[in-house]
Nanobody, 126 residues
């Protein structure tokens, strides 16, 4: 069964850190793109960061550059999003998604991704 499962969300104070994890299962190819997206209440989904599993190419949204870092291990089917210097405006449900198409490439366009996790809540509050 093809799945993407996130974990690692929680409540953290402003300036704190979290690491989100994303595990992929059932993928038949090692070539795909992983994207992290977030959606805050009343707002549209936003692309946060992505990485290509084969070339390691990374793209990040301007709002998180210098604070969030995406990484992963293609052999272990494990992907991560390190969130540092968190701000209250980072509060959202964070989703991991995979683009498993043959031409998959790192992109912050959510419509390109075909497999989504259930999401993990990140709350930044004092």
């Amino acid at each position: 069964q093809v799945q993407v499962v996130e974990s690692g969300g929680g409540l953290v104070q402003p300036g704190g850190s979290l690491r989100l994890s994303c595990a992929t299962t059932g993928f038949t190819s090692k070539h795909y793109a992983i994207g992290w997206f977030r959606q805050a209440p009343g707002k549209e989904r936003e692309g946060v960061s992505c990485i290509g599993s084969s070339d390691g190419r990374v793209v990040s949204a301007d709002s998180v550059k210098g604070r969030f870092t995406i990484s992963g291990d293609n052999e272990k089917n494990a992907w991560y999003l390190q969130l540092n210097n968190l701000k209250p405006e980072d509060t959202a449900v964070y989703f991991c998604a995979a683009d498993r198409s043959a031409l998959a490439s790192c992109s912050l366009r959510g419509t390109l991704y075909d497999t989504w996790g259930q999401g993990t809540q990140v709350t930044v509050s004092s």
